[in-house]
């Protein structure tokens, strides 16, 4: 059958199991949204306000899916409108296809009219990229796109086709989806070395990250976890791959982790790390990380073994089968002292926690915000995040029910991530979700709020309003004798009068009980609610392991203006 | 002990994939000593060799993430005790009666070659051993360097066995 190559791209995308796809149109891709058109029967496009929604939103379905999320945008600035979304995705590994038009090749290379080298300009964010100048090739170059996007350490591929190879005509069947990249199993002796090393230790920790968060392991890891009578903790990115309900879960570790997570890792004499990369925000210093302690590494990426950490085990290849093997060789163990350990942690949170609760008398604090959100919220809900204080509140205090209901950016901390995200997930699930964003964060992108009014999605969206850019405010606070340069924003924005200027529903909440009130009704509400929910500026994420500090530094009390500086 | 390591690396015979090696060392950080590239035995690949100093992790690093690459097909370290290595050198320089004799002394002694002569200077062509290319640079500077270009290394292994099938 002989198509376009319009027609090319969007069958192939169509044989790839794709059936949504976020973008926007533009004078290069014109050919390609007419083949959208013919086919709208088969895929389901959503216009975004922004392209850098659209990446954004194609990244968030992949997230709470794991599908490879597609998103589409003309030459030009609309390509680079996708560079953030692209590297977002990149730093997170996440799998996504990204199509973008150029100028005609008789055009490439002068300068031409919205043109730009996209493929140059994504090349260290993207897992490979195409240009594609021949249309013969072009519908295996998208295949192999998804391919690659979706194999081993998954991570975004972009086409970039010109618009005379959409105009031109040429054979076009259908293929079945290739299998991924097979990955290496683990050699038996590395097994065996992994299973001695779990027996022998007195005191494990299995430490998962965003690597086994889309392995649908959660169960096996919480049995795996009984058996050693070892406990669990997690990266920033291995959020919701075990639900917080599992009883052997201490929660995040690092800069910001829980307090019992992190001293049960220093704690620790053997840590089996799975589908992590022991990132600076994790590991602290890292000249003082997991010292005299054993490190199992599991992870599909080989470049990642010894990259930050060196480890006394690196298993490369099939994170599940090394992981299932090695459950299945170890013995059930006993460790009564290892639990008295963490169990003496956890009191000590539970003791913060309590004191954080007394301290805010009647007040909203982001401790109270996540209580009324967790008794409220619908089951499976998905939580979304911007990036700043509020997204480390969601990471401590969310609780979630189910793997891939944790869709936030992590290595990059892209402000502005959320909204885009935010309906990506929704689109992808139909399950309820939440975004958690800052006043800052939300000012980035909400723009993408057309979207939300004109797809009627329902998301509940709480900003977590506090006036000022409260992360780096933090910093200035504790680490630069409280000089709040361009941290404080001094805006007039009514944020119940902008959701409902954009046809959304806006509430406002001071107090926990406005906002019981509010979270309730906005979760009933069949589109996009915004609740502006006011806290003190002054709030911090605690605990907070200073930069570059290590887990001794540990600070749990806010500090007061100026009082440290590091 | 040197810290420098030869690398050769098999890569698609596309465009664009010399960019792609390129673009990952100035990503990660490493600094290349010199790089050559060329046809191969086979159309469809060409061979980077690229000469690099640093210490095991970076070695290590360098190549694992060389390997990540879509188009890179085959990534070795070539040890120094297993490989020939070759070098060729273009160098321009003065050509005063003086040193006339000294710089032809030179040139016999190291097998090189005068490919370009005028009374005020002259072109001499080297190969070899990247250290014998140092040396003759070494050698000729008193006699004042207008200009030097050099290839970069190429380097085979010893044996009959090819990078390619290993």
Request: proline content about 4%; hydrophobic content about 40%.
């Amino acid at each position: 059958m002989k198509l376009t190559g319009a027609e090319i791209i969007i069958k192939t995308l169509i044989e790839q199991g794709v059936t949504d796809v976020f973008g926007y149109p533009g004078g290069q891709v014109i050919n390609i949204y007419d083949a959208l058109y013919k086919y709208r029967d088969q895929i389901n496009h959503v216009l975004t306000a922004h392209e850098q929604g659209a990446s954004h939103a194609a990244d968030g379905y992949s997230r709470a899916t794991g599908k490879v999320g597609v998103c589409i945008a003309t030459s030009g600035p609309g390509a680079t409108n996708l560079v953030t979304g692209i590297a977002t995705a990149m730093l997170d590994s996440i799998p996504m296809v990204a199509i973008t038009g150029n100028v005609p090749c008789s055009l490439i290379g002068k300068d031409s009219f919205q043109e730009i080298d996209i493929t140059g300009i994504t090349l260290p964010i993207t897992k490979h990229n195409y240009f594609v100048n021949d249309i013969a090739k072009l519908a295996d170059s998208i295949r192999e796109a998804f391919r690659i996007a979706r194999s081993g350490r998954p991570g975004p591929v972009l086409v970039d086709v010109p618009k005379d190879v959409q105009v031109a005509t040429y054979e076009f069947e259908e293929q079945p989806i290739p299998e991924k990249f097979p990955l290496k199993k683990a050699e038996q002796c590395e097994i065996n070395e992994a299973i001695a090393l779990l027996n022998a230790s007195k005191r494990p920790y299995i430490y998962i990250g965003g690597g086994a968060a889309g392995l649908g392991l959660g169960h096996e890891i919480e049995a795996l976890a009984n058996k050693l009578d070892a406990y669990i903790g997690c990266t920033f990115m291995g959020l919701s791959a075990v639900n917080n309900d599992c009883d052997r879960f201490l929660g995040m570790q690092g800069m910001h982790g829980h307090y019992a997570s992190s001293m049960a890792q220093k704690d620790a004499d053997l840590i089996l790390g799975i589908g992590v990369r022991f990132s600076d925000r994790a590991t602290g210093n890292v000249a003082k990380y997991a010292k005299g302690t054993k490190v199992i590494q599991l992870d599909p990426d080989f470049s990642e073994i010894n990259k930050n950490v060196l480890v006394d085990l690196g298993i490369v290849g099939d994170v599940k089968d090394a992981f299932l093997r090695i459950a299945a060789g170890v013995d059930k163990a006993d460790h009564p002292d290892w639990k008295a350990v963490v169990e003496a942690h956890r009191t000590r949170e539970a003791q913060f926690d309590a004191e954080q609760r007394a301290q805010a008398g009647e007040r909203l604090t982001p401790r109270r915000l996540f209580d009324i959100v967790n008794a409220n919220k619908l089951p499976h809900t998905v939580f979304v995040t911007d990036v700043g204080q509020h997204q480390m509140w969601t990471a401590q205090y969310a609780e979630f029910d189910a793997p891939r209901r944790f869709v936030s950016s992590g290595g990059l901390g892209t402000m502005g991530f959320g909204l885009g995200a935010a309906i990506g997930a929704r689109v992808a699930t139909g399950d309820p979700t939440v975004l958690i964003t800052g006043d800052g964060s939300f000012g980035m992108n909400l723009n993408e709020l057309a979207t939300a009014v004109s797809y009627q999605l329902p998301l509940v969206i709480v900003i977590v309003n506090n006036g000022v850019l409260g992360m780096v405010r933090q910093w200035q606070t504790l680490f630069f004798g409280g000089r709040y340069s361009n941290t404080v924003l001094e805006r007039k924005t009514n944020f119940v009068k902008l959701a409902e200027a954009f046809g959304a529903v806006g509430m406002a909440a001071a107090t926990p009980e406005e906002l019981e009130v509010a979270f309730r009704q906005a979760v009933k509400v069949n589109g996009p609610v915004v609740i502006d929910a006011y806290i003190d500026k002054d709030e911090f994420v605690l605990p907070m392991l200073p930069p570059g500090g290590s887990i001794e530094d540990i600070i749990t009390a806010a500090k007061k203006k100026g009082e440290s500086e590091a | 002990m040197s810290n420098k390591f030869v690398i050769a690396v098999y890569v698609d015979n596309q465009f664009g994939v010399l960019t792609r090696v390129t673009s990952m060392f100035t990503r990660r950080g490493f600094n290349i000593d010199a790089l050559t590239v060329g046809e191969t035995e086979s159309p469809a690949y060409s061979r980077i060799t690229i000469s690099l100093s640093g210490d095991g992790y970076a070695r290590e690093q360098l190549i694992n993430q060389m390997r990540k690459l879509f188009n890179v097909k085959k990534v070795e370290v070539l040890e120094d005790d297993k490989c020939i290595k070759r070098e060729l050198m273009l160098i321009k320089i003065n050509n005063k009666p003086e040193n006339r004799a000294d710089i032809h002394f030179a040139v016999d002694a190291y097998r090189a070659k005068v490919v370009d002569y005028t009374t005020d200077g002259m072109c001499i062509e080297v190969t070899g051993d990247p250290t014998k290319i140092d040396a003759f640079v070494e050698l000729m500077k008193p006699f004042g360097i207008i200009e030097i270009c050099r290839t970069g290394i190429v380097a085979l292994e010893r044996g009959t066995t090819s990078l390619l099938e290993k």
